[in-house]
């Protein structure tokens, strides 16, 4: 057993990490199952076979682990195929090649996938989860929710977070015995802690508290204590995915230049490298962004397998009981990561003229809540009935849930419905 302590620097060989592999041992019924998988994991890994189950009871699939099934289920859900259409930072219809809620949850599944494999994690549970973390954006991405929230401020508010589990646990509805998809309470667990640990001291309840006590999960998700290390695989993907592919969109969209980021903490040493006689603008930019993803994958690798050997415990409730993230940037290459977001925020998401498209987009979600809740026979068939069956703050949570359902064009086509005027978002 190592005997590195969490945020020490000791260099973690292959023969201990061979080891932390090998150590584990597997339940009755995981060596049928490891057939399913690539490579074997290592003690600390969440283990499909042992998952602690489902709200609803459900016979195993003679086919795929549980975490498997859970991540299938996700790719098939209603919801998971209206990320097509909602924004990252460009609107849809600005160009075909701009990220979407989609292309980046799968650009953030592949990268939390390839974290696990090279960490011995289970890869399923990693990518369900980081396919499954968005699921409860609104339309126009950070804009409709910055809209909702202000809303619903009176009626308990809004978090895209928990809008992601209640979406699984309560809003998909396809299954003959229960709503939701019934997805593991590992998966679940992953996705209510996308942001770290729920339960803060002295801090009030949060929107996602009152979700998962809602939802009746409040004793099976750990709220205390860290996520599974697939769930902070998919975390940290989530960053690693967006600072380098919104700063591709930025550049393409001409709202930065290569020559901007000389300074720029990580991408700025990739653009000084770049064999720029050799290459065409759309050839530097691909280099720039490829660079930056395998950097920031490299460090993250070698600082999480530093701190997964400092553990007090191989196993999962080491994981969760650990004093800070085992998956995790180096100090020096975190301050570069957040040297980047520093700068995307200034110069991409606070550009004029995104600014201008996302300032009308909240107001078409502001505008479609306001009508919504004036006039709730506005709704289709079962929404209305639901909002029309009690009072404000209950239909307040069916309108919500309608509108975060939107795409961007449904609700610019709902906008155009209702209103007379409906801004262009151009």
Request: overall charge neutral; aromatic content about 6%.
């Amino acid at each position: 057993m190592p005997t590195a302590k969490i945020g020490s620097r000791p260099v973690l060989s292959n023969a201990v990490f061979s080891m932390a592999i090998g150590r584990q041992t597997p339940p009755p019924g995981a060596r049928e199952a490891q057939s399913r998988r690539e490579r074997p994991l290592a003690s600390y890994a969440a283990v499909a076979e042992a998952s602690a189950g489902r709200l609803h009871s459900e016979p195993a699939c003679p086919m795929r682990t549980p975490f498997q099934r859970d991540r299938d289920r996700i790719v098939h859900a209603t919801a998971f195929r209206r990320l097509t259409y909602k924004t990252q930072v460009f609107v849809f219809h600005e160009g075909d090649h701009y990220r979407t809620r989609l292309t980046h949850s799968l650009e953030v599944a592949q990268i939390a996938r390839a974290m696990a494999r090279m960490l011995g994690l289970d890869e399923d549970l990693a990518e369900a989860l980081a396919l499954a973390h968005d699921l409860g954006h609104p339309p126009f991405g950070h804009a409709g929710e910055r809209a909702l929230a202000a809303a619903t401020a009176s009626f308990g508010g809004f978090d895209h977070n928990a809008q992601s589990l209640r979406v699984v646990t309560r809003l998909e509805r396809k299954y003959a015995s229960f709503d939701g998809l019934n997805l593991c309470y590992e998966t679940l667990e992953g996705l209510a802690k996308h942001n770290g640990p729920v339960l803060r001291r002295g801090g009030p309840i949060s929107v996602l508290q009152r979700e998962i006590e809602a939802t009746g999960l409040t004793q099976w998700l750990h709220l205390a204590q860290f996520a599974p290390g697939e769930a902070q695989c998919a975390a940290l993907a989530d960053d690693i995915a967006y600072n380098a592919h919104d700063l591709d969109d930025g550049l393409r969209a001409g709202l930065i230049r290569l020559e901007d980021l000389a300074a720029v903490p990580l991408a700025g040493g990739f653009v000084a490298t770049l064999p720029r006689a050799a290459l065409d603008q759309q050839r530097a930019i691909y280099e720039v962004h490829r660079r930056i993803i395998s950097a920031l994958i490299e460090d993250a690798v070698c600082e999480s397998r530093e701190r997964l050997a400092g553990l007090a415990e191989w196993s999962l409730a080491g994981v969760r009981g650990a004093s800070m993230p085992v998956i995790a940037h180096s100090q020096a290459r975190g301050i570069e990561a957040q040297g980047l977001k520093n700068f995307l925020f200034a110069n991409v998401y606070r550009h004029p003229r995104v600014m201008a498209v996302m300032a009308d987009a909240e107001q078409v979600v502001r505008d479609l809540f306001e009508r919504y809740m004036a006039n709730p026979a506005e709704l289709p068939g079962s929404w209305r009935a639901a909002a029309e069956a009690d009072g404000p703050s209950p239909r307040a949570a069916v309108v919500a849930d309608f509108v975060a359902g939107m795409t961007d064009r449904y609700a610019l086509g709902e906008h155009r419905r209702l209103f007379d005027a409906t801004p262009d978002l151009r």
